[in-house]
T-cell receptor, first 111, second 112 residues
Framework: GNSVTQMEGPVTLSEEAFLTINCTYTATGYPSLFWYVQYPGEGLQLLLKATKADDKGSNKGFEATYRKETTSFHLEKGSVQVSDSAVYFCALINTASKLTFGTGTRLQVTL | DSGVTQTPKHLITATGQRVTLRCSPRSGDLSVYWYQQSLDQGLQFLIQYYNGEERAKGNILERFSAQQFPDLHSELNLSSLELGDSALYFC???????????FGPGTRLTVT
Protein backbone atom coordinates (compact mmCIF):
# COMPACT_ATOMS: atom_id res chain seq x y z
CA GLY A 1 0.00 0.00 0.00
CA ASN A 2 0.87 3.67 -0.06
CA SER A 3 2.68 5.37 2.78
CA VAL A 4 4.43 8.65 3.53
CA THR A 5 7.17 9.12 6.11
CA GLN A 6 8.08 12.56 7.42
CA MET A 7 10.78 13.64 9.80
CA GLU A 8 9.70 13.94 13.40
CA GLY A 9 9.12 17.38 14.78
CA PRO A 10 8.98 19.84 16.20
CA VAL A 11 11.54 21.71 14.17
CA THR A 12 12.61 24.95 15.82
CA LEU A 13 14.48 27.54 13.77
CA SER A 14 15.48 31.15 14.08
CA GLU A 15 14.06 33.61 11.60
CA GLU A 16 15.98 33.68 8.28
CA ALA A 17 17.35 30.15 8.83
CA PHE A 18 17.27 27.50 6.09
CA LEU A 19 14.52 24.93 6.34
CA THR A 20 14.47 21.31 5.22
CA ILE A 21 11.66 18.91 6.10
CA ASN A 22 12.33 15.40 4.84
CA CYS A 23 9.62 13.31 3.20
CA THR A 24 9.91 9.86 1.63
CA TYR A 25 7.15 7.76 0.18
CA THR A 26 6.16 4.27 -0.84
CA ALA A 27 3.60 3.92 -3.59
CA THR A 28 2.52 1.82 -6.51
CA GLY A 29 2.52 3.40 -9.92
CA TYR A 30 3.37 7.05 -10.42
CA PRO A 31 1.84 9.15 -7.66
CA SER A 32 1.47 12.90 -7.53
CA LEU A 33 3.11 14.49 -4.50
CA PHE A 34 1.97 17.41 -2.36
CA TRP A 35 2.88 19.54 0.58
CA TYR A 36 0.02 20.93 2.63
CA VAL A 37 0.33 23.43 5.49
CA GLN A 38 -1.96 23.77 8.50
CA TYR A 39 -1.80 27.00 10.48
CA PRO A 40 -3.09 26.94 14.07
CA GLY A 41 -6.85 26.54 14.20
CA GLU A 42 -7.23 26.32 10.45
CA GLY A 43 -7.74 23.73 7.73
CA LEU A 44 -5.14 22.40 5.35
CA GLN A 45 -3.88 24.62 2.57
CA LEU A 46 -2.20 23.28 -0.53
CA LEU A 47 1.34 24.65 -0.52
CA LEU A 48 2.85 23.03 -3.61
CA LYS A 49 2.67 19.98 -5.81
CA ALA A 50 4.62 17.87 -8.32
CA THR A 51 3.02 15.39 -10.66
CA LYS A 52 5.97 13.56 -12.23
CA ALA A 53 9.60 12.70 -11.63
CA ASP A 54 12.04 15.65 -11.54
CA ASP A 55 9.18 18.17 -11.33
CA LYS A 56 9.85 21.00 -8.90
CA GLY A 57 6.90 22.47 -7.06
CA SER A 58 7.28 25.95 -5.62
CA ASN A 59 5.17 28.52 -3.81
CA LYS A 60 5.76 31.36 -1.33
CA GLY A 61 9.51 30.66 -1.28
CA PHE A 62 9.04 26.95 -0.54
CA GLU A 63 10.32 24.32 -2.99
CA ALA A 64 10.26 20.54 -3.30
CA THR A 65 11.57 18.28 -6.08
CA TYR A 66 9.99 14.94 -6.97
CA ARG A 67 12.90 12.45 -6.80
CA LYS A 68 11.78 9.07 -8.07
CA GLU A 69 15.18 7.42 -7.62
CA THR A 70 15.17 8.19 -3.89
CA THR A 71 11.35 8.24 -3.51
CA SER A 72 11.63 11.60 -1.80
CA PHE A 73 9.94 15.01 -1.85
CA HIS A 74 11.81 17.13 0.68
CA LEU A 75 10.46 20.60 1.46
CA GLU A 76 12.95 23.49 1.53
CA LYS A 77 12.90 27.22 2.12
CA GLY A 78 15.91 29.45 2.07
CA SER A 79 14.86 31.91 4.76
CA VAL A 80 11.97 31.16 7.11
CA GLN A 81 9.81 33.77 8.79
CA VAL A 82 7.85 33.69 12.03
CA SER A 83 4.69 33.57 9.93
CA ASP A 84 5.80 30.18 8.52
CA SER A 85 5.20 28.55 11.91
CA ALA A 86 2.69 25.79 11.21
CA VAL A 87 2.35 22.04 10.71
CA TYR A 88 3.51 20.76 7.31
CA PHE A 89 2.11 17.58 5.78
CA CYS A 90 3.60 15.63 2.92
CA ALA A 91 1.03 13.66 0.93
CA LEU A 92 0.66 11.53 -2.15
CA ILE A 93 -2.17 10.52 -4.41
CA ASN A 94 -2.39 7.88 -7.08
CA THR A 95 -5.16 6.40 -9.20
CA ALA A 96 -7.15 5.58 -6.07
CA SER A 97 -7.82 9.33 -5.66
CA LYS A 98 -7.43 9.37 -1.91
CA LEU A 99 -4.68 11.40 -0.32
CA THR A 100 -2.25 9.52 1.90
CA PHE A 101 -0.66 11.86 4.43
CA GLY A 102 2.46 11.75 6.51
CA THR A 103 2.19 12.40 10.24
CA GLY A 104 2.99 16.08 9.90
CA THR A 105 6.00 18.13 11.04
CA ARG A 106 5.50 21.08 13.33
CA LEU A 107 7.71 24.06 12.49
CA GLN A 108 8.29 26.80 15.01
CA VAL A 109 10.20 29.89 13.94
CA THR A 110 11.49 32.29 16.58
CA LEU A 111 12.82 35.83 16.36
CA ASP B 1 -10.03 30.90 1.62
CA SER B 2 -10.25 27.62 -0.30
CA GLY B 3 -13.88 28.06 -1.32
CA VAL B 4 -14.90 24.91 0.57
CA THR B 5 -17.29 25.59 3.43
CA GLN B 6 -18.11 23.38 6.39
CA THR B 7 -20.68 23.70 9.14
CA PRO B 8 -20.77 23.69 12.04
CA LYS B 9 -17.30 24.82 13.12
CA HIS B 10 -17.61 23.18 16.53
CA LEU B 11 -19.89 20.45 17.81
CA ILE B 12 -20.12 19.09 21.34
CA THR B 13 -22.32 16.10 21.96
CA ALA B 14 -22.69 13.09 24.24
CA THR B 15 -21.83 9.45 23.71
CA GLY B 16 -24.49 7.50 21.86
CA GLN B 17 -25.77 10.52 19.97
CA ARG B 18 -25.91 11.17 16.23
CA VAL B 19 -24.60 14.23 14.41
CA THR B 20 -24.51 15.50 10.84
CA LEU B 21 -21.62 17.48 9.39
CA ARG B 22 -22.17 19.51 6.25
CA CYS B 23 -19.84 20.47 3.43
CA SER B 24 -20.24 22.63 0.35
CA PRO B 25 -17.52 22.12 -2.28
CA ARG B 26 -15.87 24.79 -4.39
CA SER B 27 -17.95 25.99 -7.28
CA GLY B 28 -17.56 23.57 -10.17
CA ASP B 29 -15.98 20.74 -8.16
CA LEU B 30 -17.81 17.45 -8.52
CA SER B 31 -15.74 15.36 -6.11
CA VAL B 32 -16.03 15.60 -2.35
CA TYR B 33 -13.79 13.83 0.14
CA TRP B 34 -14.08 13.41 3.90
CA TYR B 35 -11.07 13.06 6.20
CA GLN B 36 -10.69 12.59 9.94
CA GLN B 37 -7.80 14.16 11.86
CA SER B 38 -7.08 12.84 15.33
CA LEU B 39 -4.01 12.94 17.54
CA ASP B 40 -3.50 9.17 17.53
CA GLN B 41 -4.49 8.33 13.94
CA GLY B 42 -3.33 11.45 12.11
CA LEU B 43 -5.14 12.40 8.89
CA GLN B 44 -7.18 9.54 7.50
CA PHE B 45 -9.31 9.34 4.39
CA LEU B 46 -12.88 8.31 5.08
CA ILE B 47 -14.88 8.43 1.86
CA GLN B 48 -15.19 10.06 -1.57
CA TYR B 49 -18.24 11.03 -3.57
CA TYR B 50 -18.30 12.06 -7.19
CA ASN B 51 -21.37 13.75 -8.64
CA GLY B 52 -23.66 12.07 -6.15
CA GLU B 53 -22.18 8.59 -6.22
CA GLU B 54 -19.82 6.93 -3.79
CA ARG B 55 -16.45 6.54 -5.49
CA ALA B 56 -13.98 5.32 -2.87
CA LYS B 57 -14.02 4.22 0.72
CA GLY B 58 -11.26 4.38 3.26
CA ASN B 59 -11.15 3.73 6.99
CA ILE B 60 -14.77 4.65 7.59
CA LEU B 61 -16.60 2.96 10.45
CA GLU B 62 -19.95 1.30 9.84
CA ARG B 63 -21.49 3.81 12.27
CA PHE B 64 -20.53 6.57 9.83
CA SER B 65 -22.20 7.27 6.51
CA ALA B 66 -22.15 10.02 3.94
CA GLN B 67 -24.03 11.24 0.92
CA GLN B 68 -23.75 13.85 -1.78
CA PHE B 69 -26.86 15.69 -2.89
CA PRO B 70 -27.86 16.93 -6.37
CA ASP B 71 -26.59 20.42 -5.53
CA LEU B 72 -23.25 18.70 -4.77
CA HIS B 73 -23.13 19.51 -1.08
CA SER B 74 -22.28 16.56 1.11
CA GLU B 75 -23.17 15.41 4.59
CA LEU B 76 -21.29 13.08 6.90
CA ASN B 77 -23.47 11.32 9.44
CA LEU B 78 -21.89 9.95 12.60
CA SER B 79 -24.04 7.80 14.87
CA SER B 80 -23.72 5.92 18.17
CA LEU B 81 -20.91 8.29 18.97
CA GLU B 82 -18.03 7.17 21.16
CA LEU B 83 -15.39 9.20 22.98
CA GLY B 84 -12.84 8.06 20.40
CA ASP B 85 -14.79 9.76 17.63
CA SER B 86 -13.68 13.14 18.96
CA ALA B 87 -11.60 14.63 16.14
CA LEU B 88 -11.41 17.25 13.43
CA TYR B 89 -13.41 16.29 10.35
CA PHE B 90 -12.35 17.86 7.09
CA CYS B 91 -14.09 18.01 3.78
CA UNK B 92 -12.15 18.55 0.57
CA UNK B 93 -13.16 18.97 -3.05
CA UNK B 94 -11.49 18.66 -6.42
CA UNK B 95 -12.06 19.08 -10.12
CA UNK B 96 -12.50 15.99 -12.25
CA UNK B 97 -9.18 14.64 -13.44
CA UNK B 98 -7.12 16.98 -11.26
CA UNK B 99 -5.51 15.50 -8.21
CA UNK B 100 -5.08 18.45 -5.88
CA UNK B 101 -7.78 18.69 -3.25
CA UNK B 102 -8.88 21.88 -1.53
CA PHE B 103 -9.83 21.61 2.12
CA GLY B 104 -12.48 23.29 4.18
CA PRO B 105 -11.81 24.75 7.65
CA GLY B 106 -13.04 21.58 9.37
CA THR B 107 -15.57 20.70 12.03
CA ARG B 108 -14.22 19.98 15.49
CA LEU B 109 -16.32 17.25 17.11
CA THR B 110 -16.07 16.69 20.84
CA VAL B 111 -17.87 13.68 22.30
CA THR B 112 -18.31 13.82 26.08
Amino acid sequence: GNSVTQMEGPVTLSEEAFLTINCTYTATGYPSLFWYVQYPGEGLQLLLKATKADDKGSNKGFEATYRKETTSFHLEKGSVQVSDSAVYFCALINTASKLTFGTGTRLQVTL
Amino acid sequence: DSGVTQTPKHLITATGQRVTLRCSPRSGDLSVYWYQQSLDQGLQFLIQYYNGEERAKGNILERFSAQQFPDLHSELNLSSLELGDSALYFCASSVVGIHEQYFGPGTRLTVT
